[in-house]
């Protein structure tokens, strides 16, 4: 797809914006998390988010409601992608660093590419393989130092992938479904609103008063992953599939790098050589994955 000038322009200032807002979920939990237990948080940045879109979507824009089959599949959705997804990865936080976890994150298309070979009937491809394998090394190779000062754990590690897996399975589950329509605002709306209302029995038997502190800290943590992160990046990310499907992928590529100069500056992650080798391989597979897809696109 050839761009124009402005056009281009206006692709590459919201690549960059997406990359730096999606980058910065992991050290804005990481600092809500000093104030609050992660729960709280999640079920805090859904309300505010889902309500701010909602109210967009139904009030102002006028949008149309879900109708018959929609709710089933906003269920589902929500279910994989904020109860348990999202869920997951908060509480992982307590148990690894803001890099680590935005290092993870940037791993999510090369599970998406494993799970659209037994969901999609896709054919397996070498290069997805190897792409899985140097993402997983990478993040790997980048914890390493810290499991020995105890910043990142095994079972930090484990729940953090097993959040990526759930996030994979709602990318796969909402691109088979037929929306009719609905617009992406009012989907992620009340995706975001169903996930929330499916988390809040866990987070009331969890919540324990003693451990959440409503800080001006805690309120700048969860406004800005509700708002910018929830929100905004979100409808970017949906801009940059909706223009080139094929070329946004690369943006994921500086979501690493941003996420780990983030985590640095806020919460002070150490930059090290196996940083560096982690996340080069991350990329590395990334890289690998955006290049299958596109061979196979044109194919």
């Known amino acids: 797809m050839a761009f124009s000038n402005s056009k281009q322009y206006t692709w590459i200032v919201a690549g960059i914006l997406f990359a ?31 309500v701010v879109m909602l109210v967009f979507s139904h009030l102002i824009k006028r949008y149309a409601l879900p109708t018959g089959k929609e709710w089933k599949y906003l269920t589902v959705y929500g279910l994989l992608n904020i109860t348990v997804y999202l869920g ?57 130092p810290l499991f020995k000062q105890a910043t990142v754990t095994t079972a930090g590690l484990l729940l953090l992938l097993f959040s990526m897996l759930s ?26 609103l169903i996930g929330g209302m499916l988390l809040l029995p866990v987070t009331l038997i969890t919540y324990h008063n003693t451990n959440n502190h409503f800080t001006p800290g805690f309120w700048l943590s969860v406004l800005w992953l509700a708002v910018p992160v929830s929100i905004f990046a979100v409808q970017i990310w949906l801009w ?4 080139n499907a094929v070329k946004a992928g690369l943006w994921l590529f500086l979501c690493p790098v941003f996420g780990f100069a983030i985590a640095a500056w806020l919460t002070h992650d150490v930059i090290s050589s196996y940083t560096i080798a982690g996340v080069a391989l991350v990329l590395a597979g990334l890289f690998l994955a955006q290049k299958s897809s596109k061979q196979s696109a044109g194919s």
């Open 20 to 50: 730096i807002l999606w980058a910065s979920a992991s050290a804005a939990t990481k600092i809500g998390l000093a104030d609050a237990q992660p729960l709280v948080i999640a079920q805090v940045r859904f309300m505010i988010a889902a």
């Open 88 to 144: 997951c990865y908060v509480v992982a936080m307590q148990h690894v660093t803001a890099g680590i976890g935005s290092l993870a994150v940037a791993t999510n298309p090369l599970f998406i590419s494993l799970i659209s070979v037994f969901f999609l009937r896709k054919r397996l491809q070498p290069a997805t393989v190897i792409a899985i394998i140097l993402g997983t090394a990478g993040v790997m190779i980048a914890s390493w």
């Open 240 to 243: 940059l599939l909706s223009t």
């Open 167 to 192: 996030y994979s399975a709602g990318a796969i589950y909402f691109s088979t479904k037929e929306w009719n329509g609905l617009h992406l605002f009012t989907i992620n709306g009340w995706q975001t």
